[in-house]
Protein backbone atom coordinates (compact mmCIF):
# COMPACT_ATOMS: atom_id res chain seq x y z
CA UNK A 1 0.00 0.00 0.00
CA UNK A 2 0.92 3.57 -0.72
CA UNK A 3 0.07 6.44 1.43
CA UNK A 4 -0.01 10.00 0.10
CA UNK A 5 -0.02 13.25 2.20
CA UNK A 6 -0.93 16.28 0.59
CA UNK A 7 -0.15 19.84 2.15
CA UNK A 8 0.05 23.78 1.27
CA UNK A 9 -3.12 24.40 0.25
CA UNK A 10 -4.74 27.88 1.57
CA UNK A 11 -6.54 30.96 1.00
CA UNK A 12 -4.67 32.73 -0.78
CA UNK A 13 -5.55 36.75 -2.77
CA UNK A 14 -5.41 36.85 -6.64
CA UNK A 15 -1.78 37.26 -8.23
CA UNK A 16 -0.16 34.86 -5.28
CA UNK A 17 1.47 32.44 -5.03
CA UNK A 18 1.02 28.82 -3.29
CA UNK A 19 3.12 25.85 -2.90
CA UNK A 20 1.26 22.35 -2.89
CA UNK A 21 3.70 19.24 -2.22
CA UNK A 22 1.98 15.68 -2.17
CA UNK A 23 4.66 13.03 -0.09
CA UNK A 24 4.41 9.38 -0.99
CA UNK A 25 5.26 6.36 1.39
CA UNK A 26 4.42 2.85 1.76
CA UNK A 27 5.48 0.00 -0.90
CA UNK A 28 7.24 2.06 -3.38
CA UNK A 29 9.47 0.08 -6.08
CA UNK A 30 9.29 3.06 -8.26
CA UNK A 31 6.84 5.89 -9.40
CA UNK A 32 6.23 5.66 -13.06
CA UNK A 33 3.50 9.05 -12.70
CA UNK A 34 2.90 11.88 -10.65
CA UNK A 35 0.42 14.53 -11.42
CA UNK A 36 -2.14 17.25 -9.77
CA UNK A 37 -5.41 17.23 -10.22
CA UNK A 38 -8.27 20.04 -9.90
CA UNK A 39 -11.72 19.73 -9.18
CA UNK A 40 -14.13 23.53 -8.42
CA UNK A 41 -18.02 22.87 -7.47
CA UNK A 42 -19.96 21.77 -9.76
CA UNK A 43 -17.24 20.94 -12.16
CA UNK A 44 -15.64 17.65 -13.14
CA UNK A 45 -12.01 17.07 -11.85
CA UNK A 46 -9.13 18.09 -14.58
CA UNK A 47 -5.70 18.05 -15.24
CA UNK A 48 -3.29 20.51 -13.91
CA UNK A 49 0.25 19.53 -14.27
CA UNK A 50 1.07 15.88 -14.93
CA UNK A 51 5.15 14.58 -14.78
CA UNK A 52 6.27 11.37 -16.38
CA UNK A 53 9.11 9.11 -15.89
CA UNK A 54 12.27 10.73 -17.80
CA UNK A 55 10.72 14.17 -16.61
CA UNK A 56 8.66 14.92 -19.35
CA UNK A 57 5.65 17.27 -18.20
CA UNK A 58 2.46 18.55 -19.37
CA UNK A 59 0.31 21.57 -17.84
CA UNK A 60 -3.19 22.38 -18.88
CA UNK A 61 -3.23 25.87 -21.37
CA UNK A 62 -4.68 27.55 -17.89
CA UNK A 63 -1.71 26.29 -15.92
CA UNK A 64 1.27 27.16 -18.53
CA UNK A 65 3.26 30.08 -17.69
CA UNK A 66 1.77 30.13 -13.92
CA UNK A 67 2.24 26.77 -12.18
CA UNK A 68 5.36 24.61 -12.01
CA UNK A 69 5.34 20.85 -11.43
CA UNK A 70 8.36 19.39 -9.63
CA UNK A 71 9.56 16.54 -8.28
CA UNK A 72 11.90 15.01 -5.32
CA UNK A 73 12.90 11.86 -6.17
CA UNK A 74 14.71 10.96 -3.10
CA UNK A 75 12.04 12.17 -0.52
CA UNK A 76 9.03 10.74 -3.30
CA UNK A 77 7.13 13.98 -3.20
CA UNK A 78 6.06 15.84 -5.98
CA UNK A 79 5.33 19.63 -6.08
CA UNK A 80 3.21 22.04 -7.43
CA UNK A 81 4.37 25.47 -7.75
CA UNK A 82 1.64 27.87 -7.90
CA UNK A 83 1.94 32.05 -9.25
CA UNK A 84 -0.42 34.72 -10.32
CA UNK A 85 -3.06 32.92 -8.63
CA UNK A 86 -6.77 33.25 -10.10
CA UNK A 87 -10.28 33.51 -8.55
CA UNK A 88 -10.81 30.51 -11.13
CA UNK A 89 -8.03 28.53 -9.75
CA UNK A 90 -9.92 27.61 -6.49
CA UNK A 91 -11.11 23.98 -6.19
CA UNK A 92 -9.66 21.32 -4.32
CA UNK A 93 -6.41 20.24 -5.79
CA UNK A 94 -5.91 16.11 -5.57
CA UNK A 95 -2.06 14.98 -6.00
CA UNK A 96 -2.13 11.50 -8.70
CA UNK A 97 0.76 9.34 -8.45
CA UNK A 98 1.54 5.47 -10.50
CA UNK A 99 3.66 3.42 -8.23
CA UNK A 100 4.90 -0.45 -8.72
CA UNK A 101 5.18 -2.16 -5.40
CA UNK A 102 7.84 -4.42 -6.81
CA UNK A 103 9.92 -5.15 -9.82
CA UNK A 104 7.17 -7.64 -10.84
CA UNK A 105 4.75 -5.65 -9.68
CA UNK A 106 2.34 -3.66 -12.33
CA UNK A 107 1.11 -0.14 -11.72
CA UNK A 108 -1.36 1.02 -9.44
CA UNK A 109 -3.14 4.32 -9.59
CA UNK A 110 -3.35 6.48 -5.88
CA UNK A 111 -4.78 9.90 -5.34
CA UNK A 112 -4.47 12.16 -2.11
CA UNK A 113 -6.84 13.72 0.40
CA UNK A 114 -6.92 16.61 -1.55
CA UNK A 115 -6.42 19.75 -0.69
CA UNK A 116 -8.42 23.20 -0.83
CA UNK A 117 -6.84 26.37 -2.61
CA UNK A 118 -8.97 29.01 -2.59
CA UNK A 119 -8.41 32.16 -4.32
CA UNK A 120 -9.96 35.51 -3.28
CA UNK A 121 -10.42 38.60 -5.67
Known amino acids: QVQLVESGGGLVQAGGSLRLSCAAS????????MGWYRQAPGKQRELVAVMHTGGRTNYADSAKGRFTISRDSAKNTVYLQMNSLKPEDTAVYYC???????????????WGQGTQVTVSS
Open 96 to 110: NVVVSATSFSGPVDY
Open 26 to 33: GSIFSINF
